[in-house]
């Protein structure tokens, strides 16, 4: 080959090496930023474990009814009270919802502490009732004097 021809050859060359270099140049910042994408969503993910496992733990769990007037869960109370009396034949009449507890399911658990009077005295008892609002489903689990 001739030292033109060389010449030639390297400067046809040269762009062909920039662009090759470039090339690798982004590939391997590009490998470097998903590396780096990689490691912080790892890291995020496992904070934010840590902190939904413990969020699990108390998903489950049973939480108390801040507001026990709010209408739902007198409405609630009414049916444990009603449903009782179904099963029961019995005939209680329901006053109120004095204390309860929620506990998140395939819908709700409603533990509720009712007042109703059963033949012009007044009682505590303890029902729980499950419900599923979605479809339009409630059912009362226990019932039971405290």
Known sequence: ????????????????????????????????????FLFLTAALLLLNGGSAARTEALAGGWRPIKNVSDPHVQEIGEFAVT?????????????????GETQVVSGTNYRLVVVAEDGGVSNKYEAVVWEKPWMGFRNLTSFTRV
């Open 1 to 36: 080959m001739q030292p033109t021809t060389r010449l030639s050859f390297l400067l046809t060359a040269l762009p062909d090496i920039s662009i090759r270099e470039n090339c690798e140049k982004s590939t391997t910042m590009a490998w470097g930023q998903n590396r780096l």
């Open 83 to 99: 449903e009782h009396n179904k099963q029961a034949t019995a005939s209680l009449k329901f006053q109120s919802v004095v204390s």
